[in-house]
């Protein structure tokens, strides 16, 4: 049997992604997430959670030097708002981690290759593409490359969410049955989502779009 890891963030996409994949039921899941001083640390006790449900090993990697060294409004050493509003307005932009996913797709390579786990997955989709440069095909395609040369062994970084949208992600959720109360995506860092930041109005566009209501913000 396969064995694969998937970096699990706690949100909605990884989340779906990662009960996607048990129910296929073809291959050894684990999860790996990151702990790299991102206000919205809630997030991490969710992958808990979801790790603990589908049965999986589960490992929380701490990445301080992010927090320490590099400026994003996401992270807790700044002390920007979260801007409000749509993914697609300028302002988003702010909440760009240079670099995050080459670096915790490294990490995550690394480790998956040392368990001898032959498949990495990720749920980046089409609607993080807008803002997100390291979300983008192009970044998926070079990332491909570079981990098929990186390593003796070769492992393959999967990506099956990258053409969908949310709305779609959401439904595929909902037939599988996911718990979204265990899911989180707000930027904010408070106990409540706040509704109001990019995420935030994503996720509950999505939900709306299959003709229900955030189960976060009921």
């Known amino acids: 049997m396969t064995k694969a890891l998937i970096i699990l963030s706690g949100g ?9 994949i048990n129910a296929a039921n073809d291959c050894q899941l684990a999860a790996l997430s990151f702990d790299y001083g991102q206000k919205h640390t809630r997030e991490l006790a969710c992958a808990s959670a979801q790790a603990s449900q589908l049965k999986i090993e589960h490992t929380i990697v701490a990445l301080p030097f992010i927090n320490e060294l590099f400026s994003s409004a996401l992270l807790s050493n700044s002390d920007a708002e979260i ?4 993914y697609q307005d300028e302002s988003m932009k702010q909440t760009v981690v240079p670099n995050r996913n080459m670096i915790m797709l490294s990490i995550a ?5 040392s368990q001898d786990r032959s498949e990495l997955y990720y749920g980046a989709h089409s609607g993080d593409h807008a803002i997100y440069p390291d979300c983008r095909a192009d970044f998926v395609a ?7 040369l990186c390593d003796w062994q070769k492992i393959a970084l999967q990506v099956p969410f990258l ?3 949310k709305p779609e ?11 979204f109360r265990q899911t989180w995506t707000c930027y904010t860092g408070g106990d409540q989502p706040c509704g109001k930041c990019g995420s935030c109005v994503e996720r ?9 209501d955030d189960p976060l913000l009921d």
């Open 12 to 20: 909605l996409d990884s989340t779906v992604l990662a009960h996607q």
């Open 83 to 86: 801007p409000h509003g749509h």
């Open 204 to 212: 509950s566009q999505a939900f709306a779009a299959n003709g229900l």
């Open 142 to 148: 070079a990332m491909q490359q570079a981990l098929g």
């Open 109 to 113: 390579a690394g480790v998956a290759l």
């Open 163 to 165: 053409h969908l949208d």
């Open 169 to 179: 992600i959401v439904r595929r959720g909902v037939a599988l049955g996911v718990d």
